[in-house]
């Protein structure tokens, strides 16, 4: 038997596995998944006559809701909490983005490409990281994305994994809409905050589509 006759039903093996297997694709900016930014701005009322004092809670607003921005003191400086939820797939997005088809509806990963992440006070003076904060954290959906080191050196991509990947998985595979739970915590050095204190993020989302679920 030649060496060609041998390798025959392997090639064709190869072709019907390729064939017959998931279909995945990749949906982003380009397919019309939004990214996901704003601007947490948490303005201390003055109104009474004082100023802020590291402990107090800021109410902050922005156009979709209201939220509380908790503070503490810790050692030389204070530490600010930030808490919101953002929406990353609005119900309307599974008809108007062409690449959720029936045949690809389950999500089997999402890669985070994070922008940016700054802090500023209630002036508008952003908050250097080498000489002002001393700690960032920043949480989506339970997972922890980004500390100090790596916000030096944004941009970068991560992966969403076990809970925080599983609340976005099942909102894609029942098509209801799907947010993130955004938790960001900063420590600022030295605290000098009169009037309230900002949080600005960029990311973009990448969804992994498949045919099949992982």
């Known amino acids: 038997m030649s060496l060609r006759n041998v390798a025959m039903p392997g090639v064709m093996l190869a072709l019907l596995?390729?064939?017959?297997?998931?279909?995945?694709?990749?949906?982003?900016?380009?397919?019309?998944?939004?990214?996901?930014?704003?601007?947490?701005v948490a303005t201390f009322d003055t109104s009474?006559?004082?100023?802020?004092?590291?402990?107090d809670s800021i109410i902050?607003?922005?156009?979709?809701?209201?939220?509380?921005?908790?503070?503490?003191?810790v050692n030389g400086g204070c530490e600010f909490n930030f808490d919101q939820e953002v929406e990353v797939l609005a119900g309307a997005d599974y008809a108007t983005i062409k690449e959720f088809t029936n045949s690809v509806r389950y999500l089997n990963r999402v890669d985070l490409e994070i922008r940016k992440l700054d802090f500023y006070d209630g002036e508008g003076t952003r908050f250097d990281v080498e000489n002002r904060i001393r700690d960032v954290e920043f949480w989506v959906n339970?997972?922890?994305v980004l500390n100090i080191d790596q916000?030096?050196?944004?941009?970068?991509?991560?992966?969403?994994?076990?809970?925080?990947?599983?609340?976005?998985?099942r909102a894609v595979k029942n098509r209801?809409?799907?947010?993130?739970?955004?938790?960001?915590?900063?420590?600022v050095l030295d605290a000098m905050i009169k009037k309230g204190i900002r949080c600005d993020y960029d990311s973009q989302p990448t969804f992994i589509l498949s045919s099949s679920e992982i």
């Open 142 to 144: 339970g997972q922890q």
């Open 48 to 55: 009474a006559g004082r100023d802020f004092v590291c402990g």
């Open 60 to 73: 902050g607003d922005t156009s979709a809701q209201s939220f509380t921005v908790t503070s503490k003191a």
């Open 17 to 40: 596995s390729v064939a017959c297997g998931p279909v995945e694709i990749r949906i982003s900016k380009a397919q019309g998944v939004k990214p996901v930014t704003g601007s947490l």
């Open 176 to 187: 209801e809409r799907c947010t993130a739970h955004i938790v960001s915590k900063v420590v």
């Open 151 to 169: 916000v030096r050196s944004l941009p970068t991509t991560i992966v969403l994994k076990g809970e925080a990947l599983d609340v976005m998985k």
